[in-house]
């Protein structure tokens, strides 16, 4: 809902293809290159990672990189395409430029989230995370509501780590995961870089500064992003893996928690417990802007707006 | 020099196999299980990553699991070996529990190290880092210094966040990278988990709580620890990587820096610089503590102490 009128915006100034058929490049039997031909990033990847899919089950790995491809949604969704077949998965790309490489006083990686997505019975393992300390929606949270930034989140023009959120809103100079050099962000800082290698320069698309900003009134010119999307079958190792999935799960979840009213939680937990919530109010709750935003782009496009309860 | 003691003490009680050879379990065109027979990491690491290369040179990707091995020294020590024959590698291993989930009052995951190292040309990309904040060796150096910790680096036995260098260490629980929840060290809980499962549970080796502690004197049961070595031809997607590489690392090193005086770096300048360092100075200074431990060493096992200039 919230990226719904970037697409729209990209697709309207045909800086995305939206009738864009991605094609093979090059191929063997464990990997695949892809152009994604400029076309929405959700396209481009469902075809990526179905092919991984199709190659893992031929010869226990399969590895496909595009360029070409545009933002494509939540990482752990292509991942979690795998995990439907019994396979272990993985993506990741790259984005626009916003965090400051460690000692950086400008941004030259984006928040290059992976993901990473595991069977395990009636259970998953499920990351999907941002290379940065934080995403930017959490600075805007903050900046929304007028409080302080914690410490190690994001940048001011100096460089300085600052817990002024207007001011980090400005610079858009995230930090890396673990914040600054004596938390060792420089292993955040290297984590983007190794998201941005696997997808944009290994692919052949925009990396690092070369990929464009993107706005919310749409770009001028196509992103060619670079994603990389992974699977693997676990039958190729020692059998009974979603068996020792769960006890590895278990074993985290069993841990003694700190705080006895917050138990401790494995990849994908919060986002499980979000959607039984969720199922059982019947529905999600927008917010205000939300739903405004939607009813005057089906304005705009002259279709029918989503329907509410 | 540091881990020498802990590997003889380990072969000494035969807790490790000294003249074991690793053996394929299963295998197929891009992956292969191997047993390690409780042989020295570094002889099963060597092994599979060779493995993995051949692999990769065959079919695009080769990616060998290893089950029953034991501490396999410096993680980046085998995506060098990918490196080497123009393939980007990587290598990840489970390790002694010694790291406490997010929320968690205790340890469930170890320092689990991830590598990834890439050819560039006359330059490369060499990430290896362990996915706690800061490993045990920082803590230590803070101890004798008798310095405190900054915040977020590890945990008291209440699960709280401690700057007691002395309690850290005598309490064994360090803090995922990022730190506290605020800071996001949830990611760095998952990239723990994201390193055993690929390595400990696909392998079916010992995997979070299973692993044994690692002492000084040597355990008395073998480590069955599990390694993921993967190797990628980077020539089976678009032409030219090498190059796309070097302009990669140039775009990051030419970050206006915040402080003049500290550039910003490339994963692997620092060991880089280090290395041109001791070639100029003619060779490594040791501490005092470890040439005493190399000399008793050499007494004890009836060998010729390394010589010294």
């Known amino acids: 809902?919230?990226?719904?009128?970037m697409y729209l915006n990209d697709l309207a100034i045909n800086s995305t293809d939206g009738s864009a058929v991605p094609k093979i490049l090059k191929e063997t039997p464990s990997t695949a290159w892809v152009d994604g031909c400029n076309g929405l990033g959700a396209v481009v990847g469902n075809f990526c990672m179905d092919l991984a899919i199709k190659k893992a089950k031929q010869v226990g790995v399969g590895w496909v990189c595009a360029?070409?491809?545009?933002?494509?949604?939540?990482?752990?969704?292509?991942?979690?395409?795998?995990?439907?077949?019994?396979?272990?998965?993985?993506?990741?790309?790259?984005?626009?430029?916003?965090?400051?490489?460690?000692?950086?006083?400008?941004?030259?990686l984006g928040t290059n989230p992976l993901s990473l997505g595991v069977p395990a019975k009636d259970d998953k393992f499920l990351?999907?995370?941002?290379?940065?300390?934080?995403?930017?929606?959490?600075?805007?949270?903050?900046?929304?509501?007028?409080?302080?930034?914690?410490?190690?989140?994001?940048?001011?023009?100096?460089?300085?780590?600052?817990?002024?959120?207007?001011?980090?809103?400005?610079?858009?100079?995230?930090?890396?995961?673990?914040?600054?050099?004596?938390?060792?962000?420089?292993?955040?800082?290297?984590?983007?870089?190794?998201?941005?290698?696997?997808?944009?320069?290994?692919?052949?698309?925009?990396?690092?500064?070369?990929?464009?900003?993107?706005?919310?009134?749409?770009?001028?010119?196509?992103?060619?992003?670079?994603?990389?999307?992974?699977?693997?079958?676990?039958?190729?190792?020692?059998?009974?893996?979603?068996?020792?999935?769960?006890?590895f799960n278990s074993r985290l979840r069993s841990c003694t928690p700190t705080d006895p009213e917050k138990p401790v939680l494995v990849a994908g937990d919060k986002e499980t417990i979000n959607m039984k919530a969720v199922d059982e109010a019947g529905g999600i709750e927008y917010l205000p802007n939300q739903l405004k935003t939607c009813e005057s782009l089906s304005q705009r496009f002259n279709v029918n707006p989503i329907r509410f309860i």
Chains 1, 2 share one sequence.
């Not at 752990?76 to 626009?96: C, D, F, I, Q």
Request: overall charge negative; charged content about 20%.
């Open 1 to 5: 809902m919230n990226r719904l009128e």
């Open 67 to 108: 360029k070409g491809s545009n933002h494509y949604g939540i990482a752990g969704w292509y991942p979690m395409r795998a995990m439907k077949e019994g396979l272990v998965g993985m993506s990741m790309t790259n984005t626009s430029p916003l965090m400051a490489p460690t000692r950086s006083k400008e941004a030259a």
């Open 127 to 247: 990351l999907d995370m941002a290379t940065t300390a934080v995403a930017v929606g959490k600075i805007e949270i903050q900046r929304r509501k007028g409080a302080p930034l914690p410490d190690g989140w994001a940048q001011d023009p100096e460089g300085r780590v600052t817990n002024d959120a207007e001011l980090a809103f400005q610079t858009g100079c995230l930090m890396p995961l673990g914040g600054p050099e004596i938390n060792s962000g420089y292993k955040g800082y290297g984590l983007g870089g190794l998201v941005d290698i696997l997808s944009g320069v290994m692919a052949g698309a925009n990396y690092s500064t070369k990929v464009r900003k993107w706005t919310h009134t749409g770009a001028n010119t196509a992103a060619d992003l670079g994603q990389v999307f992974i699977a693997v079958d676990p039958n190729c190792f020692a059998p009974d893996f979603e068996e020792r999935m769960c006890d």
